[in-house]
């Protein structure tokens, strides 16, 4: 797979198919961008563990710090590394062992180990490198247009207001690729009235 690059659909695919993710290097310290990522998926309605050891008896809104991945005791659809790349590999080969696997590993932004990427692909794993599942999923669902940036969707009905614990649609059609019924039709007029 190419990691340079994602097609929108590989994205929305993930971010609609997870449920539980676990965010290995959350921080409790309001301040850091760990913090606002996994409150705002928190929000949004996934099942959020922050998991960092340096932090076991805290807890990140509400949810109580595990050690490692293998403490948390029950199924895990995606892996969020916010950790530093040269720290990627141990992090996947511990995703590996885990029964069941994760279905994602997804690294944020500034994160890349290629060797990590193809391990994790070659056991069956989606991988995602250097993005952020907070910000792939305001723009997607257009929510981050409400804080004035353009999210590069197209539609002419605005997307609602959030609400906390409200999960907007991630299918609103993006000028960078994503496809829609409508987009499809829009392709097939302008192909037949060329010819």
Excluded at 9 to 33: D, F, H
Excluded at 86 to 110: D, N
Excluded at 162 to 167: A, D, F, H, K, L
Aim: aromatic content about 6%; some cysteine; overall charge positive.
């Amino acid at each position: 797979m190419n990691h340079d690059a994602y097609n929108d659909a590989y994205i929305r695919e993930i971010l609609n198919g997870v449920k539980t993710i676990a965010m290995v290097g959350a921080s409790p310290v309001n301040v850091r961008p760990s913090y606002f990522a996994f409150k705002y998926l928190s929000e949004r309605g996934y099942d959020m563990i922050p998991v960092n050891p340096g932090h076991v008896g805290k807890s990140l809104v509400g949810k109580p710090f595990v050690a490692s991945l293998a403490d948390i005791g029950r199924p895990i659809d995606m892996i969020d590394i916010f950790r530093n790349s040269s720290h990627i590999m141990p992090v996947v080969e511990e995703a590996l062992r885990l029964v069941p696997p994760p279905k994602v590993i997804w690294m944020q932004l500034g994160a890349r180990d290629d060797a990590a990427a193809a391990k994790a692909e070659a056991a069956g794993l989606k991988v995602v490198m250097n993005r952020c599942p907070k910000i792939e999923y305001g723009r997607l669902s257009s929510e981050i247009s409400w804080m004035g940036v353009n999210s590069r969707t197209l539609s002419s009905k605005r997307a609602p207001m959030p609400t906390r614990g409200m999960q907007l649609s991630l299918n609103r059609m993006s000028v960078g690729g994503g496809e829609t019924l409508a987009s499809d039709r829009a392709a097939k007029d302008k192909a037949e009235g060329a010819s």
